[in-house]
């Protein structure tokens, strides 16, 4: 049974570029949610998405926005890179209460 | 006020012993709580969840809830140095729309010492 699956593992871009990370679900999960951790804090939530709607949404500026497929598959777009955006990008999946993450993508900006 | 607090600084404990690991949270609606564990470089683990007052163990690790003192903790019995991560707590925020919508704590490293 493959666990939540996201990519690229690691990237590197520019201020002002834009970026796109992908996350697949754990077999069976209906929901994901995004999160932010910078070095050092814990994950914070940006959004959430069930049925291909935004759910939930964070604290987190409209230039993060996301996409869920008809197969449960996400996107977390952020456009206009700021160096603040560095962080690790987690997806969770979840079908009940019990969220679990994937191994996170680390976004650099410079 | 924060949503979740876990103030304790690192912790180090000699291997073999019980580390003790605490947090608070603001959301007195809140029904579900988690603790995560999270090794250096990694995502986070889902350790436990309790939703009860009371104790929950499984294996080496106990939940502890209450709920009246919005308060959870984790003890590690028999602490090893595969132990040695940074704790999360987390809690379901209470929406409307019934389901997750976690906020965690900012951690706290765990060092077991040989």
């Known amino acids: 049974d493959a666990g939540v699956t996201q990519s690229p593992t690691h990237l590197i871009k520019t201020r002002g570029q834009q970026v796109t990370l992908r996350c697949s679900p754990k077999?069976?999960?209906?929901?994901v949610s995004w999160y932010q951790q910078a070095l050092g804090q814990g994950p914070q939530f940006i959004f959430q998405?069930?049925?291909?709607?935004?759910?939930q949404r964070g604290n987190f500026p409209d230039r993060f926005s996301g996409h869920q497929y008809p197969n449960y598959s996400s996107e977390l777009n952020v456009n206009a890179l700021l160096l603040g955006d560095s962080a690790l990008y987690l997806c969770?999946?979840?079908?009940?209460?019990?969220?679990?993450f994937g191994p996170g993508t680390r976004l650099t900006v410079l | 006020q924060k949503e979740v607090e876990q103030n304790s600084g690192p912790l180090s404990v000699p291997e073999g012993a019980i580390a003790s690991l605490n947090c608070t949270y603001s959301?007195?609606?809140?029904?579900?709580f988690f603790w995560y564990r999270q090794y250096s470089g990694k995502s986070p683990e889902l350790i436990m969840s309790?939703?009860?007052?009371g104790d929950k163990e499984d294996g080496r690790f106990t939940a502890q809830l209450n709920k009246a003192s919005q308060y959870v903790s984790l003890l590690i019995r028999d602490s090893q140095p595969s132990d040695s991560a940074t704790y999360l707590c987390?809690?379901?925020?209470?929406?409307?729309?019934?389901?997750?919508?976690?906020?965690f704590g900012k951690g706290n490293q765990v060092v077991v010492i040989p």
């Open positions: 309790i939703y009860s007052n």
């Open positions: 959301d007195r609606g809140s029904q579900s």
């Open positions: 969770a999946s979840s079908l009940g209460a019990e969220e679990f």
């Open positions: 987390a809690v379901n925020l209470a929406t409307h729309y019934g389901n997750n919508r976690l906020a």
């Open positions: 077999s069976g999960h209906d929901t």
């Open positions: 998405y069930y049925e291909e709607e935004e759910r």
